[in-house]
C-alpha cells in the first residue's frame, strides 16, 4: 500500500481550485507554518500549501513544541482572506472541522473537537492547528494554517511518554496504516469547501456545524489561561470564537484564549 505522498500524482486528481494547486514537498524541514510563512512574504499565491515528511522543530500554540515523526501529516496552507485580523481565530474552527468530518468520512471514525484547536478520538489528541497570520492595518495580509495529523506512526514508538496517555494516532486507532495521500487530499478538498463556505456564509452555520462534534459542550471544565485557571460549566462557544463559561456562583465568562480539560 502506497503511504507516502507524492504530489505530482496528488495534484492528477485533486478536485480544488485553489488549495493545493501548488503544492511544495520536503522530506525534512524545521516546521511548515515557518516555511509557509516565508513563501507568504515572497507573495505565495492564496492555496499554496507546504508539507514534509518530518518537521525538527515542529510548533504548536502558546509556544510549545509539536513533536513530527515521519508517518504523521505535517502541513500547511497559505490564504489570503482579506479580512480583519480579529476573524483570523475563526479559521481554526473551519479546519478543524475539516478534519473531523474527513476522518469520518474515511475512516468511520467517532471524531470530536476541542475548544480552541484540537481533534480528538477516545478523547485523545490526533490533530492539531494552529493559525498564524500577518497584519497591515488591522488587516490580516496572509494567514498560514498549520495542519498536524497523527497519522502512520505508533505514539508509543515514537513520542514520548508524557504524551502517552492523551495521545492517539489513526494507527494505534485503525490498528493498521492509512494512505496518507488520500488523507491528504480529502483534506485539501473538504478545507477548500468548508473555507469557500465561510467566506460567501456566516460563520454561525459553520461553528453550528463545529459544535455538533464538541463533546465538551455542556460538561464542568477547567480553563488555563495567561490570566490563571478557571473552572465551570462550557455552555457555548460564541460567534467571535470565544469559550462562555458559567462558574459556581453562576457568572458568566468568555474567555478567547486558553486550554481547557474536562472534568468528570
Ligand atoms: C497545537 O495543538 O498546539 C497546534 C499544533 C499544530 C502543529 C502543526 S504540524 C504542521 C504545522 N507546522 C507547525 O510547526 N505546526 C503546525
Redesign the pocket.
Known amino acids: 500500500m502506497p503511504i507516502n505522498i507524492n504530489p505530482n500524482r496528488l495534484q492528477e486528481s485533486l478536485q480544488t481550485k485553489q488549495l493545493g494547486r501548488k503544492i511544495f514537498y520536503a522530506n525534512s524541514v524545521s516546521?511548515?507554518?515557518?516555511w509557509a510563512k516565508k513563501l507568504a512574504k515572497l507573495e505565495a499565491s492564496e492555496g499554496t500549501v507546504v508539507v514534509a515528511r518530518t518537521?525538527t522543530s515542529?510548533?504548536?500554540?502558546?509556544g510549545?513544541k509539536?513533536i513530527?515523526p515521519a508517518g504523521g501529516l505535517?502541513?500547511?496552507v497559505i490564504l489570503r482572506p482579506n479580512f480583519d485580523v480579529d476573524k483570523v481565530a475563526k479559521l481554526v474552527f473551519v479546519a478543524s472541522l475539516a478534519v473531523a468530518e474527513v476522518l469520518h468520512e474515511l475512516y468511520g471514525l467517532d471524531v470530536e473537537t476541542k475548544w480552541p484547536?484540537?481533534v480528538l478520538i477516545d478523547g485523545k489528541?490526533v490533530c492539531?492547528?494552529?493559525a498564524e497570520t500577518s497584519t497591515q492595518n488591522k488587516k490580516a495580509s496572509y494567514v498560514v494554517v498549520?495542519?498536524?495529523i497523527n497519522a502512520n506512526f505508533d505514539v508509543k514508538k515514537s513520542l514520548p511518554q508524557k504524551l502517552w496517555e492523551n495521545t492517539l494516532s489513526l494507527e494505534t486507532k485503525l490498528g493498521q496504516k492509512i494512505r496518507l495521500e488520500e488523507l491528504f487530499r480529502a483534506l485539501l478538498e473538504k478545507l477548500e469547501d468548508i473555507y469557500h463556505r465561510f467566506l460567501k456564509t456566516d460563520f454561525t452555520l459553520i461553528l453550528g456545524e463545529w459544535k455538533k462534534h464538541a463533546r465538551f459542550l455542556g460538561h464542568e471544565v477547567e480553563v488555563t489561561s495567561g490570566s490563571g485557571k478557571l473552572r465551570g460549566l462550557a455552555v457555548d462557544v460564541d460567534d467571535d470564537g470565544s469559550l462562555i463559561i458559567k462558574t459556581r456562583d453562576g457568572t458568566i465568562k468568555h474567555v478567547l484564549v486558553g486550554d481547557i480539560s474536562v472534568k468528570q
Open positions: 516546521s511548515t507554518n515557518k518537521q515542529g510548533h504548536g500554540r502558546l510549545r509539536w513530527s505535517w502541513f500547511s484547536n484540537d489528541k492539531g492547528i494552529l498549520g495542519i498536524g
